[in-house]
């Protein structure tokens, strides 16, 4: 795969190359997710020094719940959004940005749909499907 920009465009860019390889491929990558969400990022996306060290600051548990929640979302082709948000408040002069806060929301909704019907004596089989959208907040504040 290529690398992308570290951006929403970015991101749906890869999203799309995703969804629409093998799933071998997309075992493969939520895989890499999963083994270090900071070597993934790193090398599917372009990222500059700032964020890098800001990637390596965050707790090993938030960054093993976001690389579940990743996983989770491509697992069942749900779209994924990021959304990088500045902090108006603390806007100044400087045009540095810094990451303050990061969270997420996932949207996991469960919905029955309806299996390829297999001829048998039981009626139509439902199953349980996952459908969500994975939100990727990112905070900044002007410094």
């Known amino acids: 795969m290529n690398k992308y920009t570290f951006d929403e465009m970015g991101v749906r ?4 190359q995703l969804y629409s390889s093998t799933v071998e491929l997309q075992m493969m990558e939520q ?9 993934w990022l790193m090398s ?7 964020q890098v060290e800001y ?18 979302a491509i697992n069942n082709q749900a779209d994924i959004t990021l959304e990088k948000q500045t ?13 303050k806060v990061t969270e997420y929301e996932s949207n996991k909704i469960q919905s029955d749909t309806l299996e390829i019907p297999v001829e048998s004596k039981a009626n139509d089989i439902f199953s349980r499907r996952l459908e969500g959208h994975l939100i990727v907040r990112i905070y900044y504040t002007l410094l």
Not at 31 to 39: Q, V
Not at 55 to 72: G, M, P, R, T
Request: one cysteine or more.
């Open 13 to 16: 860019q890869w999203l799309r």
């Open 87 to 99: 902090n108006e408040k603390a806007a100044s002069t400087l045009s540095r940005d810094s990451v």
């Open 44 to 50: 599917r996306f372009e990222l500059s020094e700032s």
């Open 31 to 39: 895989k890499l997710i999963l083994l270090c969400l900071r070597s």
């Open 55 to 72: 990637l390596i600051s965050l707790s090993s548990d938030f960054k093993n719940n976001l690389a579940q929640e990743i996983a989770f």
